[in-house]
């Protein structure tokens, strides 16, 4: 049913309960009526009201009635009143043909009709629920009966008052709604919640059966605050999560979406005459205020205290009869005969054994997706479900109200299988243009490595746009992605800015043609980030602060998952980024994830997981059982569907692996080079989020040499030779002049390479000796610059002994003439790149003249603290580590980066 249709019929219904009152109202004598017609004249009014009140009929009979009416200005009075109970009666004659047919368009199928028609049958209502429920009947004066009828759920609560030693006749009363209603409804539609102050056994038991599923539960009648406490924080967060959507009424959002996120809930409360403690009776008042918008009707019996929130009230007379607000205090109403216990307890045993079958077995990875894959707009927000709890699916909701996730777990709790059944849901809801991820991993292992390319499956995950394993040491890396997701943050606030809106959705709308996908950026065990007490963890928690605040509104939402959050120190210096995560994700046994009075972590049983989207506090716990998702072929069987519908229009996600060295003839960059601009010495691999390279530029001004600094031997080869082959790659033959120099002997045969592949590809290569050395730096400083030349100098500083002698009768000696290669040369195009095993070695080569001649260099197992120097004496932190360089380049750096020296697979 359309939401307006709903509205209009809904309208019509309280239109036909006014009429019913109005006119029952007068029927029966209120003098309302007659009032109006006779208000010119007090004192025929006055009459009138007597006359009704004694009775038309019965009016002769009292003298000093039949008196007054005698009076002359008073004559006409009772023919007038006679005649408008006339037309009254006339007119209620068609009102019980007008209530059955009301009620029985209103009260559909078991909410209305006989039980011996629908008793034992499980409902198959979803949507919407039938706006009245039977409870009775009644008859006016001469008129036929009629059905009476009552709301209830999305509509009313029900105040129930008994007459003495008529607890049965309530129970029956109420045992009849809940049938009708657990009848009309699909299993699991509706759950009902009995408490009962004096009742220490059971509750309404001959629905028993049922009280073994989620359909029924019974609370224990000395802790009223827990079920209290559960309304309470049912109505909140559905409120936030109707409101959330734009609506004020978890029906409206129902027929909206066109689907139930929530079970209608009833709670029957037995009280006994007297009010609950104060405190329960202000949360009771709070939750009748509110339950109705959030699907939950309240039936209260023998409370004195009148509810708030739109209530009917029932009173009994006995056992069979009672009063209703609905009919007028005046109307008694029979109540249907009670259903006999047998029939209910028989029919809660098939409810209960149709819910059971229904909710099934464990639900499996593939319950979680759509029916059609990528059919959902991000526009306002990410919500996938990524579990089920007694059948019915639970939501993740990633937006607004919850920009960002915190997941904790033990090791082994399902946390990467819970980030598997995320994405996976998510990336089944949204296509690639809609939901763009960066995954990142800092445990060792290869969590996210299933979702790029691999040699056994060339599929990936196409909303991937970065996969990052193994980066457990390269803390960089975290880094790196949090830069990016900044610059990213500015570059949408930029062009939200200029289209004068102020979040996500209002860019799309103003850009429809723009790329805007949400991110979703998953870092786990993030704690790797503030791992040390140095810049990596200050610039970290920086960004990370930044992008937590103002992610929400451009649609960059972090998921951080940790192992153990009461591990990480780190974390609480960062409220802000902390407080930011209002979505909270708990695997059994988590700890501090939640509120801290919140224990819901320590009781969740294996492979579920707690959501809570209220930053932890526990009105927001939603249990869910998550499937597996992590088995490689469960995963696998959705990324090739999502493969096979978007990999053509989509780059495969660039994959780091933080245990892998990139080879150099892979890096993007080294294919693309060619003999223009200045040539461009690559180096290694950057730790950055593109696929980029580290590189020096070799224009002609002073500086523009490299020093590579220590003894760790495959990294230093590995850097100078990169360097060598990148440059060859970027000068025509007759361009460039390479002079190789080999002091380490261990290394000649690669240097030899070396020469080899330079020869093979036309370049001069010039072979110097230790002896030739002196002689070249002294042509180099002083001869014309014809054409570029490289100095490849491995382990230079063994050549220091002989370069300091000096020549009898010479001025200047060998080092003085490097000096000024180093110093002049670039502007020559003459461009020293070398290899140092120690810094004090190039302090030495470079004497007094300062550091300035080397302006790149590349340190291997150097301390930081050796090397402020070159770099403008600046405090550098630096924990040699191998495989790893540090990286400077004093005219693009302000701090070193950290690189990856490419991989020389023959070493
Ligand atoms: N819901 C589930 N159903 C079935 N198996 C599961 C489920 N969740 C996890 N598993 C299995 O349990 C094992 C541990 O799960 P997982 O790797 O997700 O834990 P974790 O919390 O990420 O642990 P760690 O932090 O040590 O990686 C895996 O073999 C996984 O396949």
Redesign the pocket.
């Known amino acids: 049913m359309g939401f307006s249709k709903a509205n209009e019929q809904r309208k019509r219904v309280l239109t036909a309960i006014g009429n019913m009152r109005h006119q029952l109202g007068l029927v029966l004598g209120s003098a309302r009526a007659a009032r109006e017609s006779a208000e010119i004249e007090l004192a025929r009014l006055k009459l009138e009201q007597q006359i009704v009140r004694v009775g038309i009929d019965k009016a002769d009979e009292d003298a000093d009635l039949a008196e007054a009416m005698r009076h002359p200005l008073m004559t006409g009075v009772r023919d007038q009143l006679k005649a408008t109970q006339a037309a009254f009666h006339a007119d209620a004659a068609t009102v019980p043909a007008r209530l059955h047919e009301l009620v029985g368009r209103l009260a559909p199928g078991p909410a209305g009709r006989a039980w011996t028609e629908w008793l034992g049958r499980a409902g198959t209502g979803t949507l919407t629920v039938p706006p009245l429920w039977r409870i009775g009947s009644s008859t006016m004066d001469s008129a036929g009966p009629f059905p009476v009828a009552v709301p209830l759920l999305d509509e009313s609560h029900l105040a129930i008052t008994s007459a003495p030693r008529s607890r049965a006749g309530v129970e029956a009363l109420i045992e009849g709604l809940l049938l009708r209603v657990l009848s009309s409804m699909e299993p699991g539609a509706v759950r009902i919640h009995l408490w009962d102050v004096g009742q220490l056994t059971a509750v309404l038991p001959n629905l028993y059966p049922l009280s073994r599923t989620s359909a029924v539960t019974i609370y224990d009648p000395t802790r009223l605050e827990d079920l209290l406490d559960e309304l309470a924080g049912h109505i909140r967060r559905i409120h936030a999560q109707t409101m959330q959507a734009g609506h004020t009424s978890l029906r409206s959002l129902r027929e909206t979406l066109g689907q139930r996120t929530e079970p209608w809930r009833i709670a029957v409360l037995f009280g006994n005459g007297e009010n609950f403690s104060p405190e329960a009776m202000r949360e009771l008042r709070r939750i009748a205020g509110g339950a109705v918008a959030a699907g939950i009707s309240l039936i209260v019996v023998d409370l004195p205290t009148i509810l708030g929130g739109g209530v009917e009230n029932i009173r009994l007379l006995d056992e069979t009869h009672a009063v209703t607000s609905m009919t007028g205090s005046a109307l008694v109403v029979d109540l249907d005969p009670p259903i006999p216990p047998t029939e209910v307890s028989g029919a809660a045993a098939r409810l209960a054994e149709a819910l059971i079958t229904r909710q099934g077995g464990p639900r499996t990875f593939d319950d979680l997706l759509p029916t059609e894959l990528g059919q959902e707009s991000s526009a306002v927000e990410l919500r996938a479900p990524v579990?089920f709890y007694e059948g019915d699916p639970v939501e993740v909701v990633i937006g607004d109200g919850t920009p960002h996730a915190l997941i904790g777990?033990?090791?082994?709790?399902?946390?990467?299988?819970?980030?598997?059944?995320m994405i996976g849901s998510l990336a089944a809801r949204y296509p690639p243009s809609e939901l763009a991820l960066y995954l990142l991993d800092f445990?060792e292992?290869v969590?996210f490595a299933g979702l790029a390319p691999g040699r056994r499956d060339k599929s990936w995950l196409p909303h991937a746009r970065l996969i990052g394993v193994n980066v457990n040491t390269d803390r960089e890396f975290g880094l790196a992605l949090l830069r990016f997701l900044a610059d990213e943050l500015r570059r949408r606030s930029a062009a939200a800015k200029e289209h004068e809106v102020t979040d996500l959705a209002g860019l799309r709308r103003q850009d429809p043609d723009g790329k805007w996908p949400r991110i979703v950026a998953v870092i786990?065990?993030f704690q790797y980030l503030f791992a040390g007490r140095d810049t990596v963890t200050n610039t970290a928690t920086a960004l990370l602060e930044d992008i937590a605040r103002r992610g929400r509104a451009q649609g960059i939402h972090l998921v951080l998952?940790s192992?153990d959050i009461a591990g990480i120190d780190a974390f609480w210096g960062k409220p802000a980024v902390f407080e930011q995560c209002t979505l909270r994700i708990a695997?059994p046994k988590a700890r501090r994830v939640l509120a801290e009075t919140n224990n819901a972590a320590f009781t969740a049983p294996?492979?579920?997981a707690v959501l809570n989207h209220d930053s932890g506090v526990a009105h927001g716990n939603q249990l869910a059982?998550?499937?597996?998702?992590?088995?490689r072929e469960i995963f696998m069987a959705l990324q090739q569907k999502l493969w096979n519908l978007y990999a053509d229009d989509h780059q495969r996600p660039r994959l780091f692996d933080g245990s892998v060295s990139p080879l150099l003839d892979q890096a993007a960059e080294y294919a693309t080079l060619s003999p223009e601009g200045h040539p461009r010495a690559l180096l290694g691999q950057a730790i950055d989020v593109s696929d980029a390279a580290c590189a020096m530029e070799l224009s002609p001004a002073p500086g523009r040499n490299l020093a590579v600094l220590g003894t760790a031997i495959a990294e230093a080869l590995s850097i100078m030779d990169a360097a060598a082959r990148s440059l060859a790659r970027q000068y025509h033959p007759d361009d460039v002049e390479f002079l190789v120099c080999c002091l380490v002997d261990r290394c000649a045969p690669v240097v030899d390479q070396l020469v080899e592949n330079l020869h093979a590809d036309g370049h001069q290569v010039v072979r110097l000796t230790e002896d030739d050395l002196r002689e070249k730096m002294v042509k180099l400083a002083e001869e014309p610059a014809e054409h570029s030349r490289i100095l490849l100098l491995y382990g230079v500083d063994g050549a220091l002994p002989a370069l300091e002698a000096k020549q009898p009768g010479e001025f200047k000696s060998g080092l003085d003439h490097f000096r000024t290669v180093l110093k002049l040369g670039p502007s020559r195009k003459v461009h020293t790149l070398g290899w140092w095993r120690s810094t004090a070695r190039l302090k030495d080569t470079l004497g007094f003249g300062g550091t300035d001649d080397i302006g790149v260099w590349a340190a291997l197992d150097v301390q930081g603290s050796e090397l402020s120097a070159f770099a403008a004496g600046q405090v550098v932190h630096w924990s040699p580590r191998p495989g790893r360089a540090l990286f400077f380049d004093r005219t693009s750096h302000v701090v070193p980066e950290v690189m990856i020296p490419f991989d020389r697979p023959e070493f």
Do not use: I
Not at 411 to 421: E, I, M, P, Q, V
Not at 625 to 631: E, M, R
């Open positions: 579990g777990g033990p090791s082994g709790s399902g946390k990467t299988n819970f980030l598997y059944a445990k292992g969590s786990d065990e998952a192992q695997m294996k492979w579920h059982h998550v499937p597996d998702a992590s088995s």
